[in-house]
């Protein structure tokens, strides 16, 4: 009961927001047409069993003229109730879409804005596969809730409806009980409330392991399908290393837990439907097996017969809600604990360790960029860099060097503001805007001006610009490709998308330009000749640099180095500057 009481919170607070937002008018509106219409259907069902008794007694008295008539008017109510089924699919579609692209658009911004989705995968990715849940449960978890609120809210109301009428229709039942007379009123509202109370209750019995299976069956499906677009992007390299033996060991292995988890959701649903498919059966002959004894003693017509028995199965049917929707519940109820999970991941993500680990700090005159008492430390708590004091003046040129795995590009990643775990100040000058260049860049398939402009809207850069600038950075032949389409990030060198990348800082100059071994795949010649061109283009500009190679020392104004043989290091001279100031 705690787990029902909890699921139905957990629904609540994913479902109302939508309804109290700036679309609640129009939700509200569209949810109320919805529901008008399910009551005009149930309403029209009502009417269809008012009919069976004119209809019936019709042909038990071979009056042929009645007959005709209702047939008409069958065919009015028919006609009505096409109408309202039609609307209905459509207004719940249209409802179905407009609240997915709300909640879509939440989840969207609450995982792309302040660096969540980085943070997330941080911390391990507590919430696996956001993509699924953003794109798959969201779908999911709106279709269910409509469709299944929607089936809850008529099976009510049929059950409220025809159970009057059932109560009407049955009479007392007169039973001996010890020598004692019993009436039972209404007994075949009983009758049904008792048979569909046991289908209930054995349902969920058979079919409760259904909702775990369902979680983990989605979750395998996500994970497998994770793999396989990582294979496809990484292609080359796994060609090049001969991996595709392991590659599909690994890719056999996520299928294996799909295979092993559906054949438990197999023998769960087997043993489900062995039960659901008999009951089904027996509910079609039930009614007439407890109304025919008073139809063949005279009691009552072929009409209230047929009247009586489609009540019966009426209320026996909304009484059976439960069971007929358990599969559809199951799966409601696993992408409800996953959108849950997403929730709680993010929130956790925004309130947790290292939100604002480097506070930040603006001023109008002084250094560029200013580290006071910085301590940056990995995600475990295990301290990695250490910088009490560090000062680099507006346009100064800065290279950071250091053995591989002593943090460097970490360092970059606190100064940008996107790691979370450490402690200490980060200050830059107002209004001055920071751009990181990593040593793989980011180059988004599509057109190949959007990619060049990122995260700038194309539109807002002049291809000329765009030509002159990919000329000038040795990319000239793409000039005339800026309309193309194409998965660039596989047609171009890592070479080619690390000019790309420079292209982009010299379109949208930044004040402060962090370069994460930008140019660690280009020739020596051509790394200096994009060092050059950025001191040409951005003579404004901070550059810090991180590298290895000693062919950068020149191209930079001072040099510092992290020291130390263990954790955490410290930031110091590496000597004189190997290039003074112009």
Not at 93 to 101: A, G
Not at 361 to 387: K, N, Q, T, W, Y
Not at 468 to 494: F, I, K, M, N, Y
Request: glycine share 8%; proline share 6%; charged share 15%.
């Amino acid at each position: 009961m705690r787990a029902l009481f909890s699921l139905v919170g957990d629904i609540r607070r994913l479902a109302l927001p939508y309804f109290r937002s700036e679309e609640r008018w129009s939700a509200i509106g569209l949810l109320a047409a919805v529901v008008a219409l399910e009551l005009a259907w149930v309403g029209a069902t009502v009417l269809i069993n008012e009919w069976n008794v004119a209809f019936y007694n019709a042909i038990q008295d071979k009056d042929f003229p009645a007959f005709q008539t209702q047939i008409l008017v069958f065919c009015g109510l028919a006609a009505g109730a096409i109408v309202v089924a039609v609307y209905q699919i459509y207004l719940k579609q249209w409802l179905e879409i407009r609240w997915r692209r709300w909640l879509t658009r939440r989840y969207l911004d609450a995982w792309l804005s302040d660096d969540v989705h980085y943070r997330l995968r941080l911390t391990g990715d507590a919430a696996d596969n956001p993509d699924q849940r953003i794109s798959e449960d969201v779908q999911l978890f709106v279709g269910r809730t409509i469709s299944l609120g929607i089936g809850l809210l008529g099976s009510v109301v049929s059950l409220l409806s025809f159970s009057i009428i059932l109560w009407n229709l049955s009479g007392p039942l007169a039973l001996n009980l010890f020598g004692r007379d019993l009436n039972v009123p209404g007994y075949l509202f009983w009758a049904a409330l008792l048979y569909a109370a046991f289908g209930t209750l054995v349902a969920h019995f058979i079919g409760r392991p259904l909702v775990k299976l369902n979680y983990d069956q989605q979750r395998y499906e996500a994970d497998f399908r994770v793999d396989l677009v990582r294979v496809r992007e990484n292609g080359e390299q796994i060609a090049l290393l001969d991996g595709a033996g392991a590659e599909e060991r690994k890719l056999d292995g996520r299928f294996s837990h799909i295979w092993t988890n559906f054949f438990g959701v197999m023998r769960a649903q087997k043993r489900l439907t062995w039960f659901t498919s008999g009951y089904g059966q027996i509910s079609i002959i039930f009614p007439y097996v407890v109304v025919a004894p008073a139809y063949f003693a005279g009691q009552i017509q072929l009409g209230q017969l047929m009247q009586t028995a489609s009540a019966f199965s009426s209320v026996q049917s909304a009484f059976s809600f439960f069971i007929t929707s358990y599969v559809s519940l199951a799966e409601w109820a696993s992408v409800v604990q996953r959108l849950t999970g997403f929730e709680a991941a993010i929130a956790a993500a925004r309130s947790g360790q290292g939100r604002d680990a480097f506070a930040g700090a603006a001023h109008a005159e002084g250094p560029a960029l200013a580290l006071h008492d910085l301590e940056v430390r990995l995600p475990g708590g295990a301290p990695l860099i250490a910088s009490a004091a560090l000062s680099i003046a507006p346009g100064e040129r800065v290279l950071v060097t250091g053995p591989s795995g002593a943090g460097k590009t970490t360092l970059l990643r606190a100064i940008a503001g996107v790691w979370p775990y450490g402690s200490g100040t980060v200050h830059r000058r107002a209004g001055h805007r920071l751009m990181v260049l990593p040593q793989k860049p980011y180059v988004p398939a599509g057109r190949l001006d959007v990619a060049l402009a990122y995260p700038r809207p194309a539109a807002e850069v002049p291809p000329a610009l765009m030509a002159q600038v990919l000329a000038a950075v040795g990319l000239e032949p793409l000039a005339r490709r800026l309309d193309e389409e194409a998965l660039w990030p596989h047609v171009l060198s890592l070479g080619e998308q690390q000019r790309l990348s420079i292209a982009r800082a010299l379109l949208d100059p930044p004040d402060v330009l962090l370069l994460d071994e930008a140019t660690s795949a280009l020739d020596e010649p051509a790394e200096a000749m994009l060092y050059g061109l950025i001191a040409q283009r951005l003579p404004q500009a901070t550059i810090i640099s991180i590298g290895h190679r000693a062919t950068l020392r020149p191209l930079h104004q001072r040099v510092l180095h992290l020291s130390g043989t263990q954790a955490p290091r410290t930031l110091a001279p590496a000597g004189p500057p190997a290039l003074q100031p112009a």
